[in-house]
């Protein structure tokens, strides 16, 4: 069993700088994926970034060049550095771990955190 324990999230004005952290506790697989996604009222959640346990990483088109992900596989952490935030980026930010194993798949996710930008 895995759980992940979500800090960093706050208000903060339009240009404004916010970093997100993520510690997984527990037995994780060491070949995963780590990820950050949102969801803003009235919105499906969606993919913010991902990063596998050989630092590949794919991010929204929204986001690209403003946000940055990055993990540390000795502590099962990952961080999300927003920059240039705007009000459309304001949503609940979820922390995720998957993996897949002998034809079974894993997936565990964070508490949520409020991030709310103010134009």
């Known amino acids: 069993q895995v759980q992940l324990v979500e800090s960093g999230g706050g208000l903060v004005q339009a240009g404004g700088s916010l970093k997100l952290s993520c510690a997984a506790i527990g037995s994780v697989f060491s070949a995963n994926t780590m990820g950050w996604y949102r969801q803003a009222p009235g919105k499906e959640r969606e993919l913010v970034a991902t990063?596998?346990?050989?630092?590949?990483?794919k991010y929204a088109d929204s986001v690209k060049g403003r946000f940055t992900i990055a993990r540390d596989n000795a502590k099962n952490t990952v961080s999300l550095q927003m920059n240039s935030l705007k009000p459309e980026d304001t949503a609940v930010y979820y922390c995720n771990v998957r993996w897949a194993r002998e034809y079974r798949q894993y997936d565990y996710w964070g508490q949520g955190t409020q991030v709310t930008v103010s134009s």
């Open positions: 990063i596998t346990s050989g630092y590949t990483t």
